[in-house]
């Protein structure tokens, strides 16, 4: 295998929470799942993700302003795994329930928590780029268990006694 292959092999591995990463532009909403979410710092509180510049909603995340993070509980797989599939992207938004919090990018109720940003800053590294978002907005939801992804599929926490 090649560096980059076992790169990939391996962060298969890395159990990760899965989101939904959402965004409006010219009256039509975006939507992208990422495990690539990382917090930043809490002064000013701040996130970032990490979005391949070969994906579709790759030029309205980086001309928008804005976009939401919606961490997705277990209950939600299939809300991810329709945003996961790249046919009928237009229909995507029929699936869940859906509000706007302050930036206007779309919030899908029933999600542990939606984080709403305004990007501050957008960097390149490799194939993907680096949004960093101040949180402009934090909705707390649904307490149920978290969606995770790992070695290429949903799954949940299993707690330890």
């Known amino acids: ?41 809490a002064e000013p509180p701040t996130l970032l993700i990490c979005v391949n510049r070969t994906a579709s909603i790759h030029a309205h995340l980086t001309q928008a302003g804005a976009f939401c993070v919606n961490v997705l509980s277990v209950m939600q797989s299939d809300i991810a795994t329709r945003f996961a599939t790249p046919v009928d992207r237009d229909t995507r938004f029929e699936t869940g329930t859906w509000t706007t919090r302050e930036t206007g990018s779309p919030a899908l109720q029933g999600a542990c928590v939606s984080f709403d940003c305004r990007t501050t800053h957008q960097m390149t590294q490799g194939t993907h780029t680096v949004l960093f978002g101040e949180i402009v907005d934090v909705w707390l939801q649904d307490a149920a268990a978290p969606l995770t992804y790992h070695e290429g599929c949903f799954g949940t926490l299993a707690k330890i006694a």
Request: charge should be positive; charged fraction near 20%.
């Open 1 to 41: 295998m090649t560096q980059s292959e076992d790169f990939k092999a391996g962060m298969r591995r890395l159990a990760a929470g899965v989101s939904l990463i959402t965004t409006e532009g010219d009256g039509r909403r975006y939507g992208l799942i990422a495990t690539a979410v990382t917090s930043v710092c």
